[in-house]
């Protein structure tokens, strides 16, 4: 990761951005996993994962999964900001009909 944040290249610092986006949502379910012991050999399958998403090439792990996850990630973004936003209206609304209510703001 470090060498290839010096590298004029930005595939590489791409690359190991997939991989780190990869890693860390595996990690996720990996807290229950580890203390549950429900999967034989979870540590082997844990291994392989990794070692599958290092791979070098278009059929890396974390390029193949990352394609998976992130048009979910722009679905969830795209809704979360438009019910920001919309949030946002509704509250900036609500308060000025209290202002107005409250004779803050004159007609």
């Known amino acids: 990761s470090m060498s290839a944040l010096i590298t004029a290249s930005k595939e590489d ?3 190991w951005l997939r991989y780190w986006v990869v890693i860390a949502i595996a990690s996720v379910p990996e807290l ?5 012991n429900i999967l ?3 540590n082997i399958l844990k291994y392989v994962f990794i070692a599958w998403c290092l791979v070098p090439g278009p ?6 999964v990352f394609q998976q996850i992130y048009p979910v990630f722009e679905i969830c973004h795209s809704s979360f ?3 920001a936003n919309q949030a946002s209206m509704v509250f900036h609304e609500n308060i000025i009909v209290a202002d107005i ?4 703001v004159p007609l």
């Open 81 to 83: 900001i438009h019910i």
């Open 13 to 15: 610092d791409l690359s």
């Open 32 to 36: 229950v996993l580890d203390k549950l």
């Open 40 to 42: 034989p050999h979870y």
């Open 101 to 104: 209510a409250h004779g803050a």
């Open 59 to 64: 059929f890396s792990g974390s390029e193949v």
